[in-house]
């Protein structure tokens, strides 16, 4: 079956998500401090606008509105237009009134009659925290979502992962992972001691994806992705290293061998014995 | 007293309803309850309830109930009413003095 896609117009992320988002998913976008994640919301939903009409709504609850018309400008964004040309909203709000259980309208209808938009972000998700319990929180959130894909929105839900680098790697300790049907991850990387930012894509219910982390760069133009890092391994783990080629492993063992002398004779024997006899031709 | 000077009495009788006319003015976009607006300009709800309601009154701000909780936001269209009589008013004050 033939599946519509919203591109986020970012083509090399596009590429990684086989075509872009699933029409109507919510997909999370998480990361940890200046990673970009605004950035590449506010890309998700400027392009929307520019290249596929699609009118978009970006709900804020700390980041004041008057900082991201400034922030979006220094990419050439301008979002006070798109507003006056009823394609863009731009909501500051508190989780709390968002979340509102009582009864009545929600405070997104009004804005979503008005521009009919098939984009929206929630800057951020993590930020419910603070006002729902931990028990409840999935519970709200699973509301929330619910309610953006009642309206036929496509959205992107920003999640603050305080886990910058290391080995204990979780998107959310709370389970909201479970409920997005698409996981997108930007990663602060540490690469010969030079800071590097890589994206992945952990999750996309119902569509294959690209399963390399590839790496990002802000220029000022927005996100633009480029190639994996197709010679580190263990980038998730927090300590990256240059993968080794089997020339470049023989070496190490040789070298190890000489160390050990007669002591690895007989290993050296079993190990030879154990490595096809063309691979070692092909590679050597 | 004309409506413009009574206007512009109220807008300017208090610091609070000056850091609540540049916070909207600057962000249309909040629709916050009175506790999510006070933090944004970093007070509390209870220290600014007065000053909401004299901007409500003037029709600048508008309350919304949403659920159990009141939200206040922007009326943009009255608030350019205000400023185009503001401005008129100062007009005609320059006027006069030059």
């Known amino acids: 079956m033939w599946m519509v896609r919203v591109r986020t117009g970012i083509s090399d992320l596009d590429k990684m998500l086989g075509g872009g988002f699933m029409e109507g998913d919510a997909v999370l976008l998480a990361g940890s401090a200046g990673t970009g994640k605004t950035t590449l919301a506010l890309q998700y939903l400027v392009n929307g606008v520019t290249q596929f009409g699609d009118a978009g709504i970006y709900v804020t609850f700390e980041q004041l509105p008057d900082q991201i018309y400034r922030d979006a400008k220094n990419f050439g964004w301008d979002l006070r237009k798109m507003e006056e040309q009823n394609k863009f909203r731009l909501i500051c709000t508190s989780p709390e009134l968002l979340l509102e259980t009582d009864g009545g309208e929600s405070i997104l209808d009004g804005p979503i009659k008005e521009i009919r938009p098939r984009r929206l972000v929630i800057d951020s998700l993590s930020h419910l925290e603070m006002f729902v319990p931990e028990r409840e929180l999935r519970k709200e959130a699973y509301r929330l979502i619910m309610y953006l894909k009642t309206k036929g929105l496509s959205s992107l839900l920003l999640w603050e992962s305080p886990q910058i680098i290391g080995n204990s790697f979780s998107v959310t300790e709370v389970g909201i992972s479970f409920l997005a049907d698409g996981i997108v991850l930007l990663r602060p990387v540490e690469i010969e001691s030079s800071m590097r930012k890589a994206i992945g894509i952990l999750k996309l219910r119902g569509s294959d994806h690209d399963k390399q982390l590839r790496e990002f760069e802000i220029t000022t133009q927005g996100i633009k992705v480029e190639a994996s890092f197709s010679e580190y391994e263990g980038l998730m783990t927090g300590s990256p290293r240059k993968k080794a080629t089997l020339g470049e492993a023989i070496d190490q063992f040789s070298a190890a061998f000489a160390r050990k002398e007669k002591k690895s004779c007989k290993f050296l024997y079993r190990f030879l014995q154990y490595i096809p006899c063309r691979l070692l031709y092909k590679n050597c | ?98």
Do not use: C, W
Not at chain 2, 29 to 40: K, L, M, P, Q, S
Not at chain 2, 62 to 83: M, P, T, Y
């Open chain 2, 1 to 98: 007293m004309s409506e413009a000077s009574d206007i512009l009495n109220r807008l300017l009788s208090s610091e609070v309803k000056g850091d609540l006319l540049v916070l909207f003015h600057k962000n249309p976009g909040i629709i916050d309850t009175i506790d999510g607006v006070a933090r944004r300009i970093g007070r509390t709800g209870n220290s600014i309830g007065n000053d909401v309601k004299d901007l409500v009154d003037l029709g600048v701000l508008e309350r919304k109930q949403v659920g159990k909780h009141e939200a206040i936001f922007l009326d943009r269209k009255r608030d350019g009413e205000v400023q185009k009589i503001i401005g008129n008013y100062l007009n005609s004050m320059k006027k006069k003095e030059g």
